[in-house]
């Protein structure tokens, strides 16, 4: 059935504070004789570790998403939407402040923002909607890990986000970094019932069938898979077959173009690299693993949205459906995320509601303009404080033109800036990479040295940010920092000559991206 929703939407003047203020406050409450069932809800789906595999995106020829496929038939679809760091932390909270992380200074999956003195009154996005009489929910993973699980954030707070049932031993051999229990995928014999996700869903579906009409909510969502370790049920993985199974494309040299400081951005993490997959023969059995989760969660994606039409909401409830970052699986050289090329940065991003016909639009996007998007789809107050832009005019007008591209960081003095053609990446060490992604989808061939792109490339260097603020205080994971004498990857020096084993496990291929690279 066709989700119907009819409902305008309001902008209203700033508001001249970023904390949940007296005037915040009164705000809310001068808006109390307003009709509450006039004003939309808002259902936030958040999807952990999700690429453009999904067939809005048509990331992958194979994939099965038909959830996502529906609701982007009835909604808009941002084909060029991007993350703000390819990491679950800073990425999250930076969505969910609309800061970026070169403002923050959360760059690692620690610390949690609320311990940050500047940071801790700051109103989050289910807050500002709480602000306005919307009564807030949160099931699964939404901020990063067990960030934001207290009365604080939401109102009402459903089950963590978590992988659920295991198998006995792991499925695959060890990884370079040693037996990581998230290092695992593969099909064993458990039921989706078992699994985080399903009692996520099961949670969301039964509070949507019971929340009053005259009250609106705000619902967030968050779904685990396919984030690793990616185990499936014999169902899922039925859905492909390893005979056919395409592998994405990718070349064993493509990093000899790129910067050999790129290596620097993932130095050593529990995911292995290509070559490890290659000795070990997992890369298709992770590819499909990989395939088979994305299909399980749009499964409940499917079961949450059918909820809702089944709802009294279903006629006056704006969706949103987002991931927190992308994905490797070889390409590079590499799995994992942790990179600031389009695999890793790539991400789905749909709105669906009142008034919001449906289309595509390749103008650039950021996870940071959810915030005041839903805001003014909304007709909330909005704020001044944000560094997102609402993309209502593009949702109202496809052919808009946006001029701002979209920006990640990953580390201090590391972005990536991605236009409608264009990629320029950063370095910290002043090196830079150009890729034309329209022409070469894939970014094997680095032309920041050719001529006939150097209009391009200045054009994106407008957005550099010279001055990024640096790691927040008692910053961890995945951080990368310069100090007297060097660079530190997780506070331990970095010596290019003695590459980790997560990066070179006896594969010349991968030394060699380090230690020749022009």
Not at 305 to 313: C, F, G, I, Q, V
Request: glycine residues 6%; aromatic residues 8%; charged residues 20%.
């Amino acid at each position: 059935m066709i989700l119907r929703i009819v409902c305008g939407a309001v902008l209203f003047t700033a508001l001249a504070t970023p904390h949940l203020s007296a005037q915040t406050t009164d705000d809310a409450a001068s808006r109390s004789s307003e009709s509450n069932d006039s004003r939309p809800n808002v259902l936030m789906i958040c999807i952990d570790d999700l690429n453009d595999w999904v067939e809005p995106l048509g990331g992958h020829p194979q994939v099965q998403t038909p959830a996502m496929k529906s609701l982007a038939a009835r909604g808009v679809t941002f084909t060029n939407a991007h993350c703000q760091s390819p990491l679950c932390n800073p990425s999250r909270t930076s969505l969910m402040l609309s800061l970026r992380p070169s403002t923050t200074g959360v760059y690692g999956l620690s610390p949690w923002f609320r311990n940050l003195p500047k940071w801790q009154d700051r109103v989050s996005l289910p807050q500002h909607f709480q602000a306005h009489g919307y009564r807030t929910y949160s099931a699964g993973k939404v901020y990063h890990g067990g960030y934001g699980r207290n009365d604080k954030e939401f109102d009402e707070i459903g089950p963590p986000g978590v992988a659920g049932v295991k198998p006995p031993q792991k499925l695959i051999p060890s990884t370079p970094q040693g037996n990581h229990p998230l290092m695992d995928w593969g099909v064993f014999d458990h039921k989706d019932e078992d699994k985080g996700d399903h009692k996520v869903a099961d949670w969301v579906t039964s509070k949507l069938s019971a929340m009053p009409e005259n009250e609106p909510f705000f619902m967030s969502c968050g779904f685990f898979l396919p984030h690793v370790p990616c185990h499936v049920t014999q169902k899922w993985w039925d859905l492909y077959d390893d005979a056919t199974l395409q592998l994405p494309a990718f070349r064993r040299d493509d990093r000899l173009d790129c910067s050999p400081f790129s290596w620097y951005l993932h130095w050593k993490l529990p995911e292995p690299r290509l070559s490890w997959l290659d000795h070990h023969d997992q890369h298709k059995n992770l590819v499909h693993s990989y395939l088979a989760c994305i299909s399980f969660v749009d499964h409940q994606v499917g079961r949450v949205l059918a909820a809702l039409e089944d709802s009294p909401h279903r006629d006056n409830t704006i969706i949103c459906l987002w991931s927190d970052h992308g994905w490797h699986l070889g390409e590079k050289n590499l799995t994992g995320k942790n990179t600031l090329w389009e695999r890793s940065t790539h991400v789905p991003l749909i709105f669906a509601g009142p008034n919001i016909a449906p289309g595509k639009t390749g103008s650039p996007a950021e996870l940071l303009d959810i915030y005041p998007t839903l805001s003014e789809l909304a007709g909330l107050n909005s704020r001044n404080d944000l560094e997102g832009i609402s993309l209502v005019p593009q949702i109202r007008d496809l052919d808009a033109i946006r001029e701002r591209p979209a920006i990640t960081d990953h580390n201090p003095g590391n972005q990536g800036i991605r236009g409608e053609r264009y990629r320029l990446i950063r370095y910290a060490d002043g090196s830079e990479e150009l890729y034309d992604v329209l022409s070469d989808p894939n970014e094997y061939d680095n032309l920041i040295e050719d001529p006939q792109h150097a209009v391009a490339a200045d054009r994106l260097r407008r957005y550099v940010n010279s001055d990024p603020a640096p790691l927040a205080p008692n910053s961890q994971h995945r951080v990368l920092e310069k100090k007297a004498g060097g660079w530190y990857w997780e506070h331990q020096k970095i010596d290019p000559s003695r590459p980790p084993m997560s990066i070179a496990p006896n594969q010349p291929e991968d030394l060699l991206s380090i230690t020749d690279s022009k």
